[in-house]
T-cell receptor
């Protein structure tokens, strides 16, 4: 059972280049998320999608765009990469968005991005 | 802006001891609290969730919640070297059912 799959796992970009991080889940979850993790700062939410066809900004959305392609797939795009976007990116999914209390987040393995 | 604070550590305990990890949060309205474990270079995985004041036990792990003090903790009994990891506290946040994560506490269990 694959769970949440992210690609690529590693990427090096030059400032100004663009790229897309892909994420797919096979757990039939409604909600999907993109987080970034920087040393000493924990996980910060970039964007999330509560259901197919909807996306919303999180805590740190600037410089990113997302697309919820279908229920399974949620991509994150950097249009013009900057060194400040050097980070580890995690995609996650959960099956409980409506009820107060939330549900367990299932994470992908992470994508390590370096912007030179 | 809701905040979640944790002591970054490292917290070092000898094998077999009790490890105590602490977390405070700023939003009194928060209702859901989670502990995730993250091994170096890996993704976070859920250990415990707690929603009501008091203690919740699961094997060697006990989560404690005190909403009046805005404090949540994780106790690990009989600590093992395999428990060495970073422990992330997460609190229900602003964005739908998403969570605000603390910076994490690095735990080292010494054989």
């Amino acid at each position: 059972n694959a769970g949440v799959t992210q690609t690529p796992k590693f990427q090096v970009l030059k400032t100004g280049q663009s790229m897309t991080l892909q994420c797919a889940q096979d757990m039939n979850h409604n909600s999907m998320y993109w987080y970034r993790q920087d040393p000493g700062m924990g996980l910060r939410l970039i964007y999330y999608s509560a259901s197919e066809g909807t996306t919303d900004k999180g805590e740190v959305p600037n410089g990113y765009n997302v697309s919820r392609l279908n229920k399974r797939e949620f991509s994150l795009r950097l249009e013009s990469a900057a060194p400040s976007q050097t980070s580890v990116y995690f995609c996650a999914s959960s099956d409980d968005v409506v009820l107060r209390g939330g549900g367990e987040l299932f994470f992908g393995e992470g994508s390590r991005l370096t912007v030179l | 802006q809701k905040e979640v604070e944790q002591n970054s550590g490292p917290l070092s305990v000898p094998e077999g001891a009790i490890a105590s990890l602490n977390c405070t949060y700023s939003d009194r309205g928060s209702q859901s609290f989670f502990w995730y474990r993250q091994y170096s270079g890996k993704s976070p995985e859920l250990i415990m969730s707690i929603y009501s004041n008091g203690d919740k036990e699961d094997g060697r792990f006990t989560a404690q919640l005190n909403k009046a003090s805005q404090y949540v903790s994780l106790l690990i009994r009989d600590s093992q070297p395999s428990d060495s990891a970073t422990y992330l506290c997460a609190v229900e946040g602003n964005y739908g059912q998403n969570f605000v994560f603390g910076p994490g506490t690095r735990l080292s269990v010494l054989p």
